[in-house]
C-alpha cells in the first residue's frame, strides 16, 4: 500500500510532460488513477463480480477521447488488477435523444464533460446500482460526479465528493482523501 501512495503522489505532483493539456489532464495519467484510486475504495470487493469494469459515457464528440482514455485503461489493465480481479474498460455513447444508457455490470461511470442532459439519470442510477463516478469536467464535478479527475492551475488534482461517493457505495482509503481535495 504504501508503494501504491508513493505512486499516487507522484502523480498528484506537477511534471512538465503534463502541462502540454490545458484543461485535461493526458488519458494515460487519468486511466492510471482512475485504476489506483478504484484500489483505495475498502468496498469495492463487495460491489463488482469477477471483473472491475469501467464505462466511459460520452458524446458523439466526445467519441475520440473516450476512446484514448478505453485504451489507456486497457493498458494499465495488462498490468494490474484492482481488488485482485481484472479491469475491463468500454465506452458507451450518450445520444441527443436521451436513450438511456446502460450502466448494468459497471464498478465505475467515468462522465465526460459533454453529457449534459441525462447526467442527473445517469447519477441517479449509479447510486441505485452502487457504481462510483469519475468525470475530468469541474462542472460535472460540481454537479455531483463523486471523483474529478481535474486540471487546476495546470497540476493534477483529485477532487472527491465525499457525500456523493458514499452515496455510491464507496469507502475511500484515508490515505487517497489525504491526497484530495475533499468536498464534504
Do not use: N
Amino acid at each position: 500500500m504504501l508503494c501504491h501512495l508513493a505512486a499516487l503522489s507522484w502523480l498528484a505532483a506537477p511534471h512538465a510532460a503534463f502541462a502540454a493539456e490545458p484543461t485535461t489532464m493526458p488519458a494515460a495519467q487519468q486511466a492510471v488513477l482512475l485504476a489506483k484510486i478504484l484500489a483505495y475504495d475498502r468496498r469495492l470487493p463487495d460491489r463488482v463480480g469477477d471483473q472491475v469494469v469501467v464505462i466511459v459515457a460520452h458524446t458523439r464528440s466526445e467519441a475520440p477521447h473516450a476512446e484514448e482514455l478505453v485504451r489507456e485503461l486497457q493498458r494499465v489493465a495488462e498490468h494490474r488488477r484492482v481488488a485482485d480481479r481484472p479491469l475491463v474498460a468500454r465506452a458507451a455513447l450518450v445520444t441527443d435523444a436521451g436513450a438511456p444508457l446502460t450502466v448494468e455490470g459497471a464498478s465505475a461511470l467515468f462522465v465526460t464533460a459533454g453529457v449534459h442532459e441525462p447526467l442527473d439519470a445517469l447519477l441517479s442510477e449509479a447510486r441505485a446500482r452502487s457504481i462510483i463516478t469519475f468525470t475530468d469536467s469541474p462542472d460535472q464535478a460540481a454537479r455531483g460526479v463523486a471523483i474529478g479527475l481535474l486540471l487546476r492551475e495546470d497540476r493534477p488534482a483529485i477532487v472527491v465528493d465525499l457525500p456523493e461517493s458514499v452515496a455510491e457505495g464507496a469507502e475511500l482509503d484515508a490515505t487517497l482523501l489525504h491526497l484530495a481535495e475533499v468536498h464534504r
